[in-house]
């Protein structure tokens, strides 16, 4: 087919353009003979004049040239075979490339003639230049003849043209930007001694040259990336582009991509798939384009190119690479994309710990350069569940807590690899310890094979002191928990309650003298309508403390008579007492409680204890053996 159009093509230009003469030279290029003229060649290219000059003998042999090194090939030819002969061709972004790198090859200079193909299509380029879409699609044809477009300096002009309008303000200009979705009308085709379309300026976000950069091959994309780096783009445009650049040409990264088959096209599909081959090397050279700064690619993105690495086994330094921007900023990770499967050839556990130990490891180190030590204490308004500010730390620390229940259950989990991840992370980043014990709570549960001795090491990694009361009340009835840690719950509970009393108490007096300071001030004053408010107001404020007190007696109470309980199905109460270094006193009630509230702590009290249910942390099928 393209033999016949293009000799139909030569036949119009024979009739149009000759004397009547027949061909006197044959040019072949490539599998295409070209029956032509001898004088017109000669009169536009040099190359032709000396080849031409060359291989004539006679009037009557027919000269036959061969061009394989032609940069368009058959096609370029034809066109420039056209220009020849005085035939009006049209230029644009499609053919620009090829007839520039054709007419260098052909040297179509000013020497032979004025106004030759090398002038024009210069003149073209330059114009084009100016122009997003044509300077994108002119990028595009560069991959046909690259060669011949780099000596040129055709793709660098290109990209430099490209990288300036990208880094620019496009509310400033008026070059049109419709990217290759835009459907183009007729009059946007521009002949040689023109370009005659301008678009309109739309209003465009930052991210309105993202698509249009997306149809690039990686090589010619990543020197645009670098050239609007070095255009003083902000790191977060270049990572969005980035982002979507990978999105469109990594099939395996989207979650809904199957990690099973080597192939992911569908079936019946006549779309190629690049090769894994292609994808780890595409992913590679990506990982090394993106920004250094922190923060600047999203960290959901940053593991779901670390799994995309190990399913397309990608080099060791490239998933250190990301391991090390996934650590710089962990804190802004969720649970849900650090659960990252196992995909080694040796599979342990469902998931890839070893992966998420290392990159704990890296952000502990870097958060130990960054921040100065904090103090290794708690405030004790936290452990009541005050709130308290969520550093990058304490972030991680519960985003960890989480990931050890999720990854609990696994029965083939290994206690040190459990132990070595809860290690990671500092006492003094944990507010309160409720999600590492909820962790603990769960591998005792799902590995009931565990001894003593090593239920009490995994129940070392929590500070009993800094349970909240509804974690104290769950682990003061939880049977998988070492008899030694339920004791040490109940103790470091019932202190809280005394030192809450005695807190109670010490404002209760307060309000006392300043109640009777306060009265006297009054009568001095001869205010007897404010004394009767302020002390009826004081009076009620007392009451309501007796009545805080009351209750946390009770709590107080409640709380000795588990322990009797348990001390009764478990050994000797007193045995435990001594072992641990310390004893309980025989009344509940403090001498200063007056009697009224010391009976009505003596009465059957009725149990303070919050009803656990399927919302909080600490749900019923975790208090089941």
Request: overall charge negative; proline content about 4%; some cysteine.
């Amino acid at each position: 087919m393209q033999k016949r159009n293009i000799k139909a093509t030569l036949s119009v230009i024979t009739m149009l353009c000759s004397t009547g003469l027949a061909s006197d030279v044959v040019i072949e290029v490539g599998e295409i003979s070209f029956h032509l003229h001898k004088f017109p060649l000669l009169s536009r290219s040099g190359l032709l004049e000396n080849l031409i000059g060359e291989l004539s003998g006679g009037d009557e042999n027919k000269c036959v040239l061969q061009l394989n090194g032609v940069p368009g090939g058959p096609r370029a030819f034809l066109l420039v075979a056209k220009f020849c002969y005085g035939v009006k061709i049209e230029l644009n972004a499609s053919n620009i490339v090829s007839l520039r790198c054709t007419a260098e090859y052909m040297r179509m200079t000013e020497d032979y003639g004025e106004g030759n193909l090398i002038v024009q299509t210069e003149n073209f380029l330059n114009d084009i230049f100016g122009n997003w879409t044509d300077s994108i699609k002119v990028l595009e044809t560069c991959e046909e003849v690259l060669p011949q477009a780099e000596e040129l300096h055709i793709v660098s002009r290109c990209i430099n043209s490209l990288a300036m309008k990208a880094c620019a303000d496009p509310s400033l200009f008026s070059w049109p930007m419709s990217g290759h979705s835009t459907v183009q009308s007729p009059e946007g085709t521009a002949f040689w001694n023109g370009i005659g379309t301008v678009s309109k300026t739309h209003s465009l976000s930052e991210d309105w040259w993202y698509e249009d950069v997306c149809f690039l091959r990686l090589p010619l994309y990543k020197r645009l990336i670098q050239a609007v780096e070095s255009g003083g783009m902000k790191p977060e445009r270049i990572a969005g582009s980035l982002i979507h650049y990978a999105k469109r040409h990594l099939s395996l990264l989207c979650r809904q991509s199957s990690f099973q088959n080597g192939n992911r096209a569908a079936p019946g599909s006549t779309i190629s798939v690049p090769s894994d081959a292609d994808q780890r090397n595409l992913l590679e050279e990506l990982v090394e384009l993106l920004p250094d700064e922190k923060g600047v690619t999203p960290t959901n993105f940053l593991l779901r190119l670390l799994r995309t690495s190990m399913v397309l086994h990608a080099s060791p330094s490239c998933r250190e690479n990301l391991e090390k921007r996934i650590g710089a900023q962990l804190d802004q990770a969720v649970l849900e994309d650090l659960l990252i499967p196992n995909m080694g050839y040796s599979v342990e556990t469902l998931y890839d710990i070893d992966c998420v130990q290392r990159i704990l490891d890296h952000f502990i180190l870097m958060d130990r350069d960054t921040t100065d030590c904090p103090p290794n204490f708690v405030d004790e308004g936290q452990l009541m569940g005050g709130s308290h500010s969520l550093t990058p730390m304490t972030m991680v620390a519960n985003l960890v807590d989480g990931y050890l229940a999720e990854v609990a259950p696994d029965v083939n989990l290994k206690l040190p690899k459990f132990q070595s991840v809860a290690a990671v992370i500092p006492e003094y980043a944990r507010p309160i310890d409720d999600g590492i014990y909820r962790a603990i709570d769960i591998y005792l549960k799902a590995h009931p094979w565990l001894t003593d001795s090593e239920r009490e090491q995994i129940c070392r990694l929590m500070n009993c002191q800094k349970l909240s009361l509804e974690a104290s009340t769950h682990a003061a009835q939880n049977e998988r928990l070492p008899l030694r840690v339920i004791v040490q719950v109940l103790f470091f509970e019932q202190l809280r309650l005394r030192t809450s009393i005695a807190g109670w108490f010490f404002v209760s007096d307060n309000i006392g003298n300043s109640q009777n300071h306060s009265g006297n001030l009054q009568l001095a004053r001869n205010d007897g309508s404010n004394q009767a408010g302020s002390a009826q107001d004081q009076i009620v404020a007392v009451e309501n403390m007796k009545e805080r007190v009351s209750e946390l007696e009770k709590e107080c109470l409640n709380m000795k008579e588990d322990i009797e309980k348990l001390v009764k199905t478990k050994g000797s109460w007193n045995t435990i007492l001594k072992k641990l270094g310390f004893r309980l006193r025989s009344k509940p009630c403090d001498a200063k409680v007056s009697s009224n509230n010391c009976n009505n702590a003596n009465e059957s009290p009725t149990s303070t204890v919050p009803i656990m249910n399927e919302n909080k942390k600490f749900k019923n099928n975790d208090l089941e053996g």
